[in-house]
T-cell receptor, first 116, second 114 residues
Framework: AQSVTQLDSHVSVSEGTPVLLRCNYS??????LFWYVQHPNKGLQLLLK??????LVKGINGFEAEFKKSETSFHLTKPSAHMSDAAEYFC??????????????FGTGTLLAVQP | NAGVTQTPKFQVLKTGQSMTLQCAQD?????MSWYRQDPGMGLRLIHY???????DQGEVPNGYNVSRSTTEDFPLRLLSAAPSQTSVYFC?????????????FGSGTRLTVV
C-alpha cells in the first residue's frame, strides 16, 4: 500500500530560526512527491515537487526539500522562518506505474506557527 | 485570471437538502477532481474525471454524484445532505491524472450541514 506520513501535526518556531517539517512515504514504485501550502481560508498552493530528477528540490519562498530514498523521506526545510510562513503544509505522493496513473495521496498536514 | 473557480465559497444546508458545488477551470485540463478536507485527515478524494464524459469514484464517494459534460466544468452534487458532509471541499485540476507538475486547486467551498 502507498501512504504518506507527516510526523508532526503542529510545529512552532521563532521568526528567523530554521524550519523542518517531516514527511515519510511508503511506496513500491518510484514516486513523485510534492509539498503544498495552505494559508488560512485559502486553497492549496504548490510549494515544490520531486519527479526523479535532482534529489534536492528548491521551491518558492525559500523552501527546499530533499528526497532520500534510503530513508523514504521528503522533509521540507527553510533556513529562516518568516511570519508569512505560518500556514498548514501538506506532503503529497503521486505514484507512476510505468506510465499508468494514480491519484494523489495526502498527508494529514502540519500546522506551522511562527512566533515573533 | 486563469485557474480553478469554485462557487459558492460558503453554504449552510439543512439535513436532507440537495445542492450542487460548482467547479470550473479555463486551463484546458483533462483531469479534474473533488476532495474534502476534514481536521486531522488531510484531503480525501471524492470523485475524479480524466476527461469529458468519464468519471470515477475516489476514496469517499458515498453521498456525492458528479458528471463531466464539458472539459471546463465538474460539478459535485449532494443529493440529500447529512451532517457528516460538513467539510471544506476543494476542486483540483491538472493536464493529466498523475501530473508531475502538480494540481491547481480552487479556493474551496466551506459547507455546513445542520
Amino acid at each position: 500500500a502507498q501512504s504518506v506520513t507527516q510526523l508532526d501535526s503542529h510545529v512552532s518556531v521563532s521568526e528567523g530560526t530554521p524550519v523542518l517539517l517531516r514527511c515519510n512515504y511508503s511506496s513500491s514504485y518510484s514516486p513523485s512527491l510534492f509539498w503544498y501550502v495552505q494559508h488560512p481560508n485559502k486553497g492549496l498552493q504548490l510549494l515544490l515537487k520531486y519527479t526523479s530528477a535532482a534529489t534536492l528540490v528548491k521551491g518558492i519562498n525559500g523552501f527546499e526539500a530533499e528526497f532520500k530514498k534510503s530513508e523514504t523521506s521528503f522533509h521540507l526545510t527553510k533556513p529562516s522562518a518568516h511570519m508569512s510562513d505560518a500556514a498548514e503544509y501538506f506532503c503529497v505522493v503521486s505514484l507512476n506505474y510505468g506510465g499508468a496513473t494514480n491519484k494523489l495521496i495526502f498527508g494529514t498536514g502540519t500546522l506551522l506557527a511562527v512566533q515573533p | 485570471n486563469a485557474g480553478v473557480t469554485q462557487t459558492p465559497k460558503f453554504q449552510v444546508l439543512k439535513t436532507g437538502q440537495s445542492m450542487t458545488l460548482q467547479c470550473a477551470q479555463d486551463m484546458n485540463h483533462e483531469y479534474m477532481s473533488w476532495y474534502r478536507q476534514d481536521p486531522g485527515m488531510g484531503l480525501r478524494l471524492i470523485h475524479y474525471s480524466v476527461g469529458a464524459g468519464i468519471t470515477d469514484q475516489g476514496e469517499v464517494p458515498n453521498g456525492y454524484n458528479v458528471s463531466r459534460s464539458t472539459t471546463e466544468d465538474f460539478p459535485l452534487r449532494l443529493l440529500s445532505a447529512a451532517p457528516s458532509q460538513t467539510s471544506v471541499y476543494f476542486c483540483a485540476s491538472s493536464y493529466i491524472e498523475a501530473d508531475p507538475y502538480g494540481y491547481t486547486f480552487g479556493s474551496g467551498t466551506r459547507l455546513t450541514v445542520v
